[in-house]
């Protein structure tokens, strides 16, 4: 057999192992609808969003990192919503009136969206190996009519020894990608 013919069946088994190293290096599942087309002076409000796990905190930190997420995508003009200690609801239907207060906060403060969600699982596995998982849910509110325009869910599990924040960083900057300002 040549070098060349060695060569490149090394390459090709490389390449496939790489691949299947990439694709189950971590498991995840995202859920989209289309990206409304932002622009660029748009103003985005990241609301408390609401806790559905048993982790402390979980809503908070999702929240700053989707506002991280948001100013990394380009985002010049994102602000955080004030926490209302007694509920940071605006995505559960059970709790509508407290999104009405922040969708009259976002106008007031003439913002032009407002990005809500839910955090669905943020947590460590049981078991042998620990791996972390995350779960979240968004929706892109228009402040002015209150009309969803965007909505996404995802999940993400690491290996063990990743980390949790790096995973919900991760499945959180997958999901907001597509909001981007356009010029």
Not at 61 to 77: C, F, K
Not at 97 to 124: D, M
Request: aromatic share 6%; hydrophobic share 45%; glycine share 8%.
């Amino acid at each position: 057999m040549s070098n060349n013919k060695r060569w490149s069946r090394s390459l090709r088994w490389i390449a496939s192992l790489a691949m299947s190293v990439l694709a189950l290096g971590a498991c995840s599942s995202i859920q989209q609808t289309a990206a409304p087309a932002l622009g660029m002076k748009d103003s985005i409000a990241v609301v408390p969003m609401v806790n559905f796990t048993e982790t402390p905190a979980a809503g908070g930190n999702a929240s700053a990192i989707a506002a991280s997420v948001l100013r990394a995508n380009g985002w010049t003009d994102v602000r955080m919503a004030p926490a209302d200690e007694a509920s940071s609801a605006m995505f559960d239907t059970a709790q509508r009136e407290s999104g009405e207060k922040k969708l009259a906060w976002a106008r007031e403060q003439h913002v032009k969206y407002v990005l809500s969600g839910a955090v669905e699982e943020w947590r460590y596995k049981t078991g042998v190996d620990g791996e972390p998982v995350a779960g979240v849910t968004f929706e892109l509110v228009d402040a002015a009519s209150g009309r969803v325009v965007w909505s996404a869910a995802g999940t993400r599990t690491g290996w063990s020894r990743s980390s949790l924040s790096g995973v919900a960083t991760s499945l959180i900057g997958g999901l907001l990608d597509p909001l981007r300002p356009r010029s």
